[in-house]
Nanobody, 127 residues
Framework: QVQLVDSGGGLVQAGGSLRLSCAAS????????MAWFRQALGKEREFVGG????????FYADSVKGRFTISRDYAKNTVYLQMNSLKPEDTAVYYC????????????????????WGQGTQVTVSS
């Protein structure tokens, strides 16, 4: 049984940084795609970025490109989301997601394409 545990959220001022963690367990994740989504109050869950576990290629939404970085630690089975230059519009609950289906190119960008989810961690950016 795959389990994902998100952590690292908090309150930060605009321009600040946070690093989120997603600890994965339950199996090996070779061939998986791991991703981060976020959901602001009253809005749909949206893709933030993703990483192909085996090759390490990363992909980002345009809104975070150049500010956010995804990485993974094989030994710890953990995926990270480093968020820099945070803006108030980045305020949301952030979720880690995983799926065993890996497209030929890129990563899935729709929430419905992921079978496993973390519980979410709140990120609040004050102006």
């Amino acid at each position: 049984q795959v389990q994902l545990v998100d952590s690292g959220g908090g309150l930060v001022q605009a321009g600040g940084s946070l690093r989120l963690s997603c600890a994965a367990s339950g199996r090996t994740f070779r061939g998986y795609v791991m991703a981060w989504f976020r959901q602001a109050l009253g809005k749909e869950r949206e893709f933030v970025g993703g990483i192909r576990w085996s090759g390490g290629s990363t992909f980002y939404a345009d809104s975070v490109k150049g500010r956010f970085t995804i990485s993974r630690d094989y030994a710890k089975n953990t995926v990270y989301l480093q968020m820099n230059s945070l803006k108030p519009e980045d305020t949301a609950v952030y979720y880690c997601a995983a799926d065993s289906r890996s497209p030929t190119i890129g990563v899935q960008r729709m929430a419905g394409e992921y079978g496993y989810w973390g519980q979410g961690t709140q990120v609040t950016v004050s102006s």
